[in-house]
């Protein structure tokens, strides 16, 4: 089980990051796919709602002008230039009122700017304003506008809030028709425009639901509208609302869907091409990210359904997946365990099976080879029980002699062993190092071809049992297999300078400190051999420092009457039978092959110097006497 959560907890999430991010790229190109086709259709609407609006502003203006063209035309009007009399004039204005729901006045200045007669539209019903409240000084500016127009109709002024004493802050757009006689324009007709009733007309065609949908007119000024009541701003507002300049709306822009502040922009000039003084007015709609995103969710939510359920059943099929190799990695991890040299069932997975069949053949060479060496060993005990015995009758002389002659035949006896282990060591490297190469080939393959993590950590743990288990094949074959020795004087303090440099790193590590003292001194040896020596007495101490946490190791080179004597001190609490550290194959180290030290013995006996350790108060203390001079091996080499 335990298994199981590790590799599912890191498969999941691998699955989760390979997955997601092209299902995100997926999803956010289909995110703004579905933005751009709903702008799209929101400019092709907003395109036909202007279409609308501008045939309902067309009508009305057209029926303002022919409305005018009647009254300039009708038998009333003219008596009314003649004689003054403005009743028949007053029941045609109010008519014409009662037509038009969108006329809210209607009023004649003459030639001089002055109003002459003006009917309006009140709360209750329609008004003809007193003469003496008739204005001169707006009708001026008015004539003075329609005479300096060189077409009949004109435009006397833009959408505006209209400030009067009846009507405040309401919107007025005023068209005019100028009278003509005899080549001298007598005075003009004029009807202000109810601005409120266009714009509640204009509103149901701008959009189901706009934002906001404004009027601006000429001078930059806008007016929106809410559902409720008028708001006239100024012109700087509409940089501060929208992010985009008056300017730029009455520079020209025209049905073209802008990217403003949080938002789209459409706007459209409303033109009267019988009138002078064109795009006066634009109709305005603003659409917000909000409503624009909410039609995009709207149209991506079946493909976000769609898309969470393939992965939740991808999600579920590679677990199902997952579990079912977990429990085939665990069956050949059992049968490492509890029985390698048993009968393999195979999982019928290819590299796994390849994988315990190896096992299974080097279990078996290695049980094989472990048989022989007990069997050596065995003849060899009875060989030293046999010799000891015949000790047993010999005089006091003939022990002296059999005394040194046993120093001789424990050499023999070594040697002996050594060729055993040399025999054994081929034999293994034979009989386990080719099927530990083939395992190892197997696996790499294998970790090559697995995508998974956990699954490529667990077959890295194999090989590295795999290459622990070749290098204690190589351990063997060395020591069994001594190289000559190459003898020439050698600075021992240039050796230990050497071998404590190498392992400067190590020793950092670990927080472990490193106290050199050397005396100069040359000694003739193998200098390979000496650095070996040294190398291997300071590794057992580093690694017994770095299980307990750090320590400190003192190395002192001293010069004695016959050489010189090599003491390497560590703080690691000392060993536990320091008399066996030297023999092959002992060790208390977890991992351990129980060949370095006994390879620095075989090297001092081979040189003729001494080595000893002991347990000191704080640890553990070797000594190694070297003779200045090998007289013996000088005189082989002479």
């Known amino acids: 089980m335990k298994i199981f959560k590790s590799i599912t907890g890191r498969l999941v999430p691998a699955f989760l990051i390979t997955a997601l991010i092209p299902t995100l790229l997926l999803s956010a190109s289909v995110y703004f796919s579905a933005k751009q086709s709903a702008l799209l259709s929101s400019q092709n609407m907003i395109d036909e709602q202007f279409s609308m609006v501008d045939s309902l502003i067309d009508r009305i203006l057209v029926a303002s002008a022919t409305e005018l063209s009647v009254v ?211 109709v305005g709609i603003y659409e917000s990210d909000k409503e624009i995103n909410s039609a995009v969710f709207a149209t991506m939510r079946p493909y976000l359904i769609s898309l969470c359920a393939v992965f939740i059943l991808v999600l579920l099929f590679t677990l199902a997946v997952s579990a079912n190799l977990i429990r085939k990695v665990r069956h050949v991890v059992g049968f490492i365990t509890d029985a390698p040299d048993k009968k393999f069932q195979e999982t019928g997975i290819n590299e796994l099976d390849d994988i315990g069949h190896a096992i299974r053949t080097t279990a078996l060479g290695l049980k094989k080879s472990t048989l022989e060496l007990e069997h050596l060993n065995k003849n060899l005990e009875t060989r030293i029980a046999e010799q000891v015995d015949e000790l047993a009758g010999m005089t006091e002389k003939e022990l002296e002699y059999q005394k040194q002659l046993r120093d001789i035949q424990e050499q023999l006896m070594h040697a002996d062993r050594l060729a055993s282990l040399g025999m054994i060591s081929a034999a293994m490297a034979h009989e386990i190092g080719n099927p530990l190469a083939a395992m190892k080939t197997s696996l790499e393959v294998l970790r090559a071809e697995i995508q998974e993590p956990e699954e490529k950590e667990f077959i890295g743990l194999i090989i590295s049992q795999v290459d622990k288990l070749s290098a204690f094949l190589k351990s063997v074959t060395k020591f069994g297999r001594k190289p000559e020795a190459e003898y020439k004087p050698v600075r021992i303090a240039d050796v230990l300078t050497e071998v404590v440099t190498t392992l400067e790193k190590e020793t950092e590590r670990n927080g472990i400190a490193v106290n050199l003292s050397a005396a100069d001194g040359i000694v003739v040896c193998d200098e390979m051999q000496l650095r070996q020596v040294v190398f291997n007495i300071l590794l057992n101490s580093v690694q017994a420092l770095t299980e307990k946490g750090g320590g400190i190791i003192d190395i002192i080179l001293r010069q004695t009457a016959g050489g010189y004597t090599l003491s390497i001190t560590d703080s690691g609490g000392g060993a536990k039978e320091p008399e066996k550290m030297f023999k092959p194959f002992y060790t208390t180290r977890q991992g351990g092959t129980g060949l370095g030290l006994a390879i620095v013995n075989d090297i001092i006996k081979s040189a003729g110097w001494k080595i000893h350790a002991e347990n000191t108060a704080i640890g553990l203390r070797t000594e190694i006497s070297i003779k200045s001079i090998n007289n013996e091996k000088q005189d082989s080499d002479s």
């Open 72 to 282: 300039e035309a009708h038998e009333s009007f003219r008596k009314f230039i003649i004689n003054k009399n403005p009743d028949e004039l007053v029941q045609e204005f109010s008519g014409i009122m009662m037509r038009h729901p969108e006329f809210l006045q209607i009023k004649f200045i003459d030639e001089h700017g002055m109003e002459q007669i003006r009917l309006n539209r009140a709360s209750k019903g329609l008004s003809r304003t007193k003469q003496s409240d008739l204005q001169s000084m707006s009708g001026k500016y008015y004539f003075r506008q329609a005479i300096q127009t060189p077409d009949k109709y004109v435009y006397v002024s833009g959408l505006d809030p209209n400030v009067d004493r009846e009507h405040t802050r309401r919107l007025v757009a005023r068209i005019g028709i100028k009278v003509e006689h005899g080549g001298r324009t007598l005075g003009i007709l004029l009807i202000n425009l109810d601005g409120n009733y266009i714009f509640k007309n204009i509103l149901p065609m701008a959009g189901s639901k706009p934002t906001k949908a404004m009027l601006i007119n000429s001078s930059g000024r806008y007016i929106s509208y809410d559902g409720r009541s008028f708001k006239e701003y100024a012109r700087e507002e509409i940089m501060t609302r929208f992010g985009i300049s008056a300017d730029s709306i009455l520079g020209g822009l025209n049905i073209s869907q802008k990217r403003v502040k949080n938002g789209y922009l459409s706007v459209m000039p409303i033109k009267f091409d019988n009138v002078e003084g064109s795009n006066l007015w634009y």
